[in-house]
């Protein structure tokens, strides 16, 4: 019986415990804090997402705590302009074949704790904070910061943005500060006017500068969390700012946004930071997952999902002997890069969408108010869409697998011809990922993907003049006759 140890017990680390002890392999997490718990607002979850907590046995359980999202509904922030909406109602979860979600980050969390904590094969260990690892004849040992050590088959390096195991495998310094700030409240949904109750991921995008909004808890509060290009000096997270710095860097927006915000208390700030992607995440017996290997802007609202899919991903390859653990510790790295690297382009990418100002905010405007509902499918089918979290079948393995002439499926595989493991090149090179240079250059960049210049589509009603801005309630949706209404909290 093999031994896996997981650094870090976030959405990430915990995940990946669930789907390797399914393969009946032991787990130990190790935490750093003194106990296992998670802070933090709400979260969306897409399709792939749900697809993932499916695979992890825990789709009936989330359904349970999350809300529905009716749309994801694009405002211009400074004219109240309803630019589009993509609505996420049957057609959708038709196409997707699950539902799009938004959920309590602590409730979710419990759902996978409480997992774990029943599972037979799951040790969780709090106050364990892992410094480093040595490789050692056919296992790794795992260094703890209070000068123990624990010997295991294989390690996970789900240790998040500032990973230990990352600084050792990759060694790639510091997060980049990206300049931006993002700040979060919750409020009480009784507290909403009604006029401002959606169903939907509502962005309100302003210059240098957008505010997004959903419900969680069931509906129950509404998650504020608008973030502003101010160039903060040094990096922080989850420090307490008061409203008026918050109200401060939101007058430019319209009524409708800032009537939202005022009712925002016990702010909260975070400097956003990522990290560049490197195509390399494991070191023989050892391998990163979630943030610890592809750190991203939340702004595609993706990270966890795609923790969640490397989680099950990891599961479906190490169905296998401890011999043949580097090799498909490699093979995961391979599969998942380029994935992980498109969307963290995404993520980057919305930026200069979401912060236009001026002509550019109007050309935007212009280009997404064009677009119907099946245009918007097409464009996040490759995030949303998918439940195959392999990337695409065009990936060169880092190293080849050792069944060679076997086939990977995320049902996982063994062929009798496997052969024990090899030790995969580790190398922080940069990936390009996403969509091919040509296209993004010859495209138009829309909510989720390039819209290629024949699509080139007209708007169907002028937008409003940005130099006299409606404020107040947006318009209602432009596509109303074809898709569902969001519904009244
Ligand atoms: C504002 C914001 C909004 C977001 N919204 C979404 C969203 O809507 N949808 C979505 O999918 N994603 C979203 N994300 C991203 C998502 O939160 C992260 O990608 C996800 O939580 C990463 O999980 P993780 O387990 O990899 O890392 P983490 O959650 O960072 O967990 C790492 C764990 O490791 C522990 N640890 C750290 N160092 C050590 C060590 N040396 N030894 C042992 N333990 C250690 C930490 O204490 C922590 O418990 C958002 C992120 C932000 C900042």
Redesign the pocket.
């Known amino acids: 019986m093999s031994t896996i140890a997981v650094?870090?017990?976030?959405?990430?680390?915990l995940a990946s415990a669930l789907a390797l002890a399914a393969r009946g392999h032991d787990v130990v997490v190790?935490?750093?804090?003194p106990e296992f718990t998670?802070l933090?607002a709400?979260?969306?979850?897409a399709p792939n997402?749900m697809h993932a907590l499916d695979r992890l046995g825990l789709a009936e359980a989330v359904g349970r705590i999350a809300v529905p999202v009716g749309e994801l509904r694009f405002m211009d922030g400074v004219t109240g302009e309803h630019v589009v909406a993509m609505p996420l109602d049957r057609r959708y979860r038709d196409r997707f074949r699950n539902a799009y979600v938004v959920v309590h980050?602590g409730e979710l969390y419990r759902l996978l704790l409480d997992a774990c904590r029943s599972h037979a094969r799951i040790e969780l260990r709090a106050s364990?904070?892992?410094?480093g690892y040595t490789h050692e004849a056919d296992a790794v040992r795992v260094s703890l910061a209070d000068g123990a050590s624990l010997g295991a088959d294989a390690l996970i390096g789900?240790?998040?943005?500032?990973?230990?195991v990352r600084a050792q495998l990759v060694g790639d310094g510091a997060p980049r500060n990206a300049g931006i700030t993002?700040y979060?409240s919750i409020v009480p949904m009784e507290r909403v006017p009604s006029e401002l109750r959606h169903t939907s991921v509502t962005w309100w995008a302003g210059p240098g500068r957008h505010f997004v909004h959903y419900p969680i808890a069931g509906g129950r509060y509404l998650n504020l969390?608008p973030s502003a290009e101010n160039a903060p000096a040094e990096t922080f997270s989850g420090v307490s700012v008061p409203a008026s710095e918050v109200l401060g860097e939101f007058g430019a927006l319209c009524e409708s946004a800032r009537r939202l915000l005022e009712l925002g208390a016990d702010w909260k700030a975070?400097v956003?930071v990522d990290r560049e992607p490197v195509d390399g995440w494991t070191d023989g017996r050892v391998a990163l997952?979630?943030?610890?290997a592809h750190p991203?802007l939340?702004y595609a609202?993706?990270?966890?999902?795609?923790?969640l899919e490397d989680a099950v991903v990891l599961g479906d390859l190490l169905d296998c002997p401890p011999g043949w653990f580097a090799a498909r510790l490699g093979r995961y790295n391979a599969v998942r890069r380029e994935r992980t690297a498109r969307v963290h382009r995404l993520a980057r990418d919305s930026i200069a969408l979401w912060h236009a100002a001026d002509a550019a905010a109007e050309a935007r405007n212009k280009a997404l108010s064009a677009m119907s509902s099946s245009d918007l499918y097409d464009f996040v089918a490759w995030l949303h869409g998918t439940r195959e979290f392999a990337g695409p079948p065009s990936v060169t393995p880092a190293v080849p697998d050792p069944a060679e002439n076997s086939v990977y499926t995320l049902g996982g595989r063994l062929d009798p011809t496997e052969t024990p493991s090899r030790t995969p090149p580790r190398s922080p090179r940069h990936v390009a990922a996403g969509s091919p240079a040509s296209a993004r250059s010859a495209g138009t960049y829309t909510l989720g993907g390039w819209l290629e210049p024949a699509e080139d589509p007209q708007p169907a009603t002028p937008p409003r003049s940005r130099r006299n801005p409606a404020a107040g309630s947006p318009a209602p949706p432009r596509n109303a006759g074809t898709k569902e209404s969001p519904k009244p909290l």
């Open positions: 650094a870090g017990g976030g959405i990430g680390g190790c935490e750093r804090s998670e933090g709400g979260i969306q979850l997402g980050r364990h904070a892992v410094v789900a240790d998040g943005l500032h990973s230990a993002v979060r969390a975070w956003l997952l979630g943030d610890a991203m939340h609202a993706q990270g966890a999902c795609m923790a």
